[in-house]
């Protein structure tokens, strides 16, 4: 993948130097519009412009745009941005994305994008700097490690944001998106890489090398450790594998001055799920099943980001990294195990592995380090796919202000989230008949009742789970988010610490 370099200038009258020049426009502005960006597009093609545009049929609709040819290679691209009342920051994620997908169909190296403020009076210009170069630098992701004919793809090299006012909080937020986007795409490479290279010990490498270069203090308990600690259910999922499960902790704290008030992430890291001996059949996305360690990958990637933008708070990333695999050392179903936290469990269904080793995560978190909340994050059931599709993750929580301070920061990245229930009738269901808990539950609700299942394991921290099976993965690239892995979550968490950085 190669992304192009972005860069900030003044917006006057010499930015059509470029090979392109990319304007954004609201639904049925074109008119008025126009006069604005004179400044950028020059008298002459002001005027042309209005009337191009509306002989072509251009009236600035989200997802519309419009080539006008102007002198020699030079052109200038009118990209819609949608109408005015429906305008969102990440309707410029999506435009700034678009405009590069064009101008590389078009083998244009050089643009400059105009992102003057006045484009909407309640945006201010840094934070459409910041949305602009995440844009493009997400939307420039592609995962060819593997792809062997790459001189065909054309990659634009430099892009130049105008804006009116070059100053330090418009340098700052390019800054910060720039840190965004190479921790959201090495997610992405991360998620999308094969499972015998990212599995439960390279896991571990690779989290050494984020404890060095960002400076998290690091513990690690791998393999029969695991056991003689009592973690029996990460044990238990991954002991059929070649790699030793492990569970990988990170501690960032950014907050010195409140060690104790910590926030613990907690993501499952399961890095192949073969569905074990409840084996997944063809069509239950098996062949994805090397990106259901996005959860892990996510936490990893949010410490990380939160320590490159050095957010005052505290987190402790946990990773229970193990993989799923069949073979003749491989739990079987209806086999009793016991939790960290002393409860049994019959894993009823060997597939529904991903709440086992979460379980034994948050019960050991919770004694050992006593965080004021836990967020945990996890391709946890296909059955939030069949409810949202992928386009929301699953929010189930028992506690308001985290639920309220998650849907904010969702509306601010756009990673989408929506609340399901969690009550007691779906808490009574995993109740086991030959032990305490049982980690499926016939019925349908599957996404909740896993839930309900890891809410035994909290010890009562105020608590949040989100089920990111659908969005993490994704069929086909949509917008800036490309196929296969995304590395949703990590823009998210980090906002939500950013704004709620005590608990
Ligand atoms: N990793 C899967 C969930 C999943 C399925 C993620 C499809 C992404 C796409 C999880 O471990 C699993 O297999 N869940 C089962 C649970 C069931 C056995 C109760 C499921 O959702 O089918
Ligand atoms: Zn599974
Ligand atoms: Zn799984």
Excluded at 160 to 170: C, F, Q, S, T, Y
Excluded at 299 to 314: D, F, G, P, Q
Excluded at 427 to 434: A, D, E, I
Aim: contains cysteine; charged residues 25%.
């Amino acid at each position: 993948m190669k992304a192009p370099k972005i860069s900030l200038r003044k917006l006057d009258e010499s930015v059509h130097d470029r090979d392109a020049l990319i304007l954004f426009c609201f639904k049925g502005e074109v008119g008025k519009f126009i006069p604005v960006v004179k400044k950028a597009v020059g008298k002459d093609i002001a005027e042309k412009l209005t009337d191009f545009a509306a002989a072509r049929g251009f009236k600035g609709g989200a997802g519309q745009s419009l080539y006008y040819p102007t002198k020699d290679k030079h052109i200038t691209l009118l990209v819609g941005l949608g109408s005015r009342k429906s305008f969102k920051i990440d309707i410029v994620r999506r435009a700034t994305a678009h405009s590069l997908k064009l101008i590389e169909k078009l083998r244009i190296s050089k643009a400059v994008a105009v992102l003057a403020g006045r484009y909407t009076s309640a945006i201010k210009e840094s934070d459409l700097v910041g949305a602009a170069a995440e844009g493009y630098l997400l939307g420039a992701y592609e995962f060819d490690k593997y792809k062997t004919k790459l001189k065909d793809k054309f990659s634009a090299s430099d892009v130049e944001l105008a804006i009116e006012r070059v100053n330090k909080g418009a340098e700052l937020a390019l800054t910060e998106a720039e840190h965004v986007a190479e921790i959201v795409n090495s997610t992405r490479d991360m998620q999308n890489d094969n499972a015998d290279d990212v599995n439960p010990e390279t896991f571990v490498n690779q989290a050494e090398i984020a404890a060095k270069e960002d400076k998290l203090k690091m513990t690690v308990i791998g393999g029969d450790q695991l056991k003689t600690k009592g973690l029996r259910l990460i044990h238990a999922v991954g002991r059929a594998s070649k790699w030793k499960p492990q569970l990988i902790m990170l501690e960032y704290y950014g907050d010195k001055s409140r060690k104790n008030n910590l926030t613990a992430l907690v993501g499952k890291g399961v890095t192949f799920d073969t569905g074990g001996v409840n084996l997944k059949p063809a069509d239950s996305m098996i062949e994805q099943m090397h990106l259901d360690m996005s959860g892990a990958a996510t936490v990893l990637h949010a410490i990380k980001l939160a320590s490159r933008l050095k957010l005052k708070t505290n987190i402790l990333a946990v990773m229970p990294v193990a993989e799923n695999a069949i073979g003749g050392n491989a739990i079987k179903p209806g086999s009793v195990v016991k939790a960290y936290n002393g409860k049994s469990v019959e894993i009823a269904n060997t597939d529904a592995e991903g709440r086992l080793i979460l379980a034994d995560a948050l019960a050991y978190v919770a004694d050992k380090y006593k965080p004021t909340r836990i967020i945990d994050i996890a391709t946890l059931t296909g059955s939030i796919i069949a409810a949202l599709s992928f386009f929301y993750a699953g929010l189930i929580t028992n506690n308001e202000k985290i639920s309220k301070g998650l849907l904010d920061a969702s509306e601010v990245t756009s990673e989408k989230i929506w609340r399901m229930p969690l009550d007691n009738d779906f808490r009574q269901t995993m109740r086991g008949t030959k032990s305490d808990l049982t980690n499926i539950s016939k019925g349908g609700g599957d996404s909740t009742k896993a839930a309900a299942f890891l809410e035994n394991f909290t010890a009562k921290i105020p608590w949040a789970h989100l089920d990111i099976a659908g969005t993490s993965m994704l069929p086909k690239p949509s917008g800036y988010q490309p196929q296969g892995g995304t590395g949703f979550g990590v823009r998210l968490l980090v906002e939500y610490l950013r704004k709620n950085p005590r608990f």
